[in-house]
């Protein structure tokens, strides 16, 4: 199936730094979704957008809904060690529940000391 | 909240044998399951669809023979990797709408190794 654009591929950034992540895709979605995963377990939701142009945060993480639905950012202020891993974004189509998702290729964080 | 339990989480076999996998959702009902697999350092790409009570939907390239998938219930999908070789090797990972709100959960992934 089809991929998302997600970038950057990874980061190397020092403990108390922001960050920023993307995705964009040519397909609008209905749904737009940012997972956190950690090694050898599944992926965990972070933050869930439904409609176009929202913005919403969840503790130090703010994620928006770009106004074309084409297009996402995760923001993570102040990262500290524990935000170590990888980010994936995801579309949902969910017109009915049918179709899985469709994730990006994921952003690897690494929190130097 | 919503739990869907994924099991063995990790599994060691034989080429040639096949290996069954389980995803319960655990609160909720779940007519529509999903099956993903991811290689190290990678995407989740999805491999097939399974719907309760009928065959499951597989994404192109998926060998409907090679992976089997049973959705008997609303609560359980299973998925069998049959005569496994070490190239099947990978973490599936499953995932379970639920069907009262659309919203999508995860399992926490099954680590397959073929010897």
């Known amino acids: 199936g089809q991929q998302l654009n997600q970038s950057p591929q990874s980061m190397f950034i020092q403990e108390g730094e922001d960050v920023s992540m993307n995705c964009t895709s040519s397909s609008i979605f209905n749904t737009w979704l940012w997972y956190k995963q950690d090694p050898g377990e599944g992926p965990v939701l972070l933050i869930a957008?439904?409609?176009?142009?929202e913005l919403t945060s969840n503790g130090r993480l703010t994620a928006q809904f770009g106004i074309t639905r084409k297009d996402s950012f995760l923001n993570i202020s102040a990262s500290i060690p524990s935000d170590v891993g990888i980010y994936f974004c995801a579309g949902d189509y969910s017109g009915g529940g049918a179709d899985g998702l469709t994730f990006g290729k994921g952003t690897h964080l690494i929190i130097q000391p | 909240g919503a739990v869907v339990s994924q099991h063995p989480s990790r599994v060691i076999c034989k080429s040639g044998t096949s290996v069954k996998i389980e995803c319960r959702s655990l609160d909720f009902q779940a007519t529509t399951m999903f099956w993903y697999r991811q290689f190290p350092k990678k995407s989740l790409m999805l491999m097939a669809t399974s719907n309760e009570g009928s065959k499951a939907t597989y994404e192109q390239g998926v060998e409907k023979d090679k992976f089997l998938i049973n959705h008997a219930s609303l609560t359980l999908s299973t998925l069998t990797v049959t005569s496994a070789h070490p190239e099947d090797s990978s973490f599936y990972i499953c995932s379970a709408r639920d069907s009262s709100n659309e919203k999508l959960f995860f399992g926490s992934g099954t680590q397959l190794s073929v010897l």
């Open positions: 957008l439904y409609k176009a142009g």
